[in-house]
């Protein structure tokens, strides 16, 4: 309570960033100390939000390290963030402030764990990334599927997504920034196997699920995702002994499957290719995205199927536009829950599961995401 905020919205005035402050202007309680922060006071001040306007930019690591210093919890939307992002990450980690950002990109998580985690948790700041519908309905999901299943046995857990949603400029721009660094990205993976500590005694096995016939066609879901939850199940012993994790996504037809998996491999092949980078770029801009009249019509549901220890559970976390709406609520809901309520009592580079969990799991409850039990 020593700072002057709790929360500090940086990047504000982006498409996600926007609707990120508009969510906490309605859901932070009373009293909230927060502001809104960037590189252009016009471009903030125009949001219409009475908060404090701070000034930084994400190339500025000594404004970056001001900022960080005044708030309890610092929000970032500016991306991609393996380009734009690691400065933020190092001045909360110096100053002990928890920081949460959307990113979806596995390099820049990777190369922050390399970089960071042990100064963040010398000073109790909590890195959490990947806080937006890149991976909270994942990690959560998992999260709350573990937990009603027994104690102490091997369990086995997989996801099928089905969503209906479109894209923003900023999504598409990190997407081909992620796609285009293929190389660096294997490089980061290789490099944190090698340095992150392995549970003792237990083992834990996370990726994209194969394709697979369960009464409609799952796909390979190449995100951040399973990483994601990897990450929770190895920093949490709730997850057992033996912990494995597949992540698919779900269409109901083949032709649904093929037009969906070509699609992904043309985009990924394209991305690699400057000149048919910047086309597709051209097409939706950073700071740009889907109308409110389409965002209302978007949904998502993620299934969950958890066995273990001779019992079967089927879950689901769903709501409404995925991508945009339900984004900004759950960054926004991190912050909040970070700044105000009883969570672990860990630090350095975490997930939401392991630096929230359940508080974070009800918030968004109360926020209309829901997280149910299914018969099956």
Do not use: N
């Not at 994209?208 to 990450?231: C, E, K, S």
């Amino acid at each position: 309570m020593d700072r002057p905020y709790d929360i500090v919205l940086f990047g504000a005035s982006g498409f996600t960033g926007a609707l990120t402050a508009a969510y906490l202007a309605g859901a932070a309680p009373p009293g909230t100390r927060w502001a809104l922060a960037g590189r252009d006071r016009a471009k903030l001040e125009r949001l219409g939000l009475d908060v404090p306007v701070l000034i930084a930019d994400a190339a500025d690591p000594a404004a970056l390290a001001e900022l960080a210093r005044q708030t309890r919890v610092l929000v970032t939307t500016v991306g991609p963030y393996v380009t734009h992002g690691e400065a933020l990450v190092a001045a909360c980690a110096e100053a002990g402030t928890h920081y949460l950002d959307l990113t979806g990109e596995p390099e820049f998580v990777d190369r922050t764990y390399l970089r960071h985690h042990d100064q963040a948790a010398r000073t109790g700041a909590k890195i959490v990334h990947a806080c937006g519908f890149d991976s909270i309905p994942w990690d959560l999901g998992v999260l709350h599927t573990v937990s009603l299943l027994p104690e102490g046995v091997p369990l086995a857990v997989s996801g099928f997504l089905r969503a209906s949603m479109r894209p923003s400029g900023g999504t598409l721009a990190t997407a081909m920034t992620m796609f285009g660094r293929a190389r660096q990205m294997a490089e980061a993976a290789a490099q944190r196997r090698a340095a992150e500590p392995r549970p003792k005694g237990r083992k834990v096995s996370s990726a994209p699920g194969g394709l697979r016939y369960v009464g409609g066609w799952a796909l390979p879901m190449p995100t951040i995702d399973p990483f994601i939850v990897g990450y929770s199940a190895r920093l949490l012993d709730r997850y057992g002994p033996d912990f494995t994790y597949r992540q698919h996504y779900a269409v109901r037809t083949l032709p649904q499957a093929a037009a969906t998996a070509a699609g992904a491999g043309a985009f990924a092949a394209l991305a690699i290719i400057p000149p048919a980078r910047r086309l597709i770029q051209s097409r939706l801009r950073p700071g740009e995205g889907p109308s409110p009249e389409r965002r209302a019509k978007s949904w998502f549901k993620v299934t969950f199927l958890g066995q273990g220890g001779g019992e079967r559970v089927v879950t689901e976390v769903a709501g409404g536009d995925p991508g945009y709406g339900e984004t900004a609520k759950m960054l926004g809901e991190s912050a909040l829950c970070l700044a105000f309520d009883e969570v672990p009592d860990r630090a350095g580079q975490l997930t939401t599961a392991s630096a929230m969990g359940r508080p974070l799991i009800d918030r968004l409850r109360r926020a209309g995401i829901t997280f149910d039990r299914r018969a099956g």
